[in-house]
């Protein structure tokens, strides 16, 4: 994703349009969980000399596919993603704190459209508002399924704790140890 800068270059308030369509980065959640692009990005916007740099301002749309973090299906889901970038030449001596810098007479929008759609992912996915997650006694897809599970809210895992000083001779485990 290059902007060429010929013609821009010297001209306060020239600008230009842009559009690519490219393979998607790795993405990752927050929670640091990859996150599967199902189609290339697309990234639209302008360039504008403004004197003192250029200003990128566009969109990235991006499909991808997640997993729900309650039912652990995977879903599709649709994000755009605003970008407004401040460039300036490697060598300014003017330049804000958060502008990026560019060598030679073109832009490279790669990194900063790969930052900001990592930090505008979903924390977590869900495939829906209402989604009725996983049985945590069974396992089964709420979503898709109905058990007989009652619902008393035991941690699996205190579970099988339980069982196990059910079964252990003269009920022991008094002193905590696993
Ligand atoms: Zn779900
Ligand atoms: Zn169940």
């Known amino acids: 994703m290059k902007i060429s800068l010929a013609g821009l270059e010297h001209e306060r308030g020239a600008t230009r349009s842009f559009d690519f369509r490219k393979a998607a980065p790795k993405l990752f959640t927050s929670g640091g969980e990859e996150v599967k692009a199902t189609a290339p990005l697309e990234v639209s916007g302008t ?84 989604c009725q997650g996983l049985c945590p006694i069974c396992g089964v897809n709420r979503n898709l399924e109905k058990c007989n599970c009652r619902e008393e809210r035991i941690d699996p895992r205190l579970a099988v704790l339980s069982q196990l000083m059910e079964q252990a001779p003269g009920g022991g485990g008094k002193d905590g140890s696993t």
């Not at 004197?51 to 299906?73: M, N, P, T």
């Not at 994000?79 to 401040?86: D, G, K, T, Y």
């Not at 560019?102 to 790669?110: K, M, P, S």
């Open 47 to 130: 360039i504008t000399n403004t004197g003192s740099c250029f200003h990128v301002r566009g969109r990235i749309s991006a499909k991808l596919e997640l997993v729900c973090a309650r039912c652990l299906e995977r879903f599709s889901l649709e994000i755009e993603v605003p970008l407004a970038e401040n460039y300036v030449k490697s060598h300014a001596q003017k330049a804000e704190e958060d502008w990026r810098t560019f060598y030679g007479d073109e832009i490279v929008l790669d990194e900063a459209v790969e930052e900001e759609l990592n930090l505008n992912l979903p924390l977590r996915g869900l495939c829906g508002d209402n």
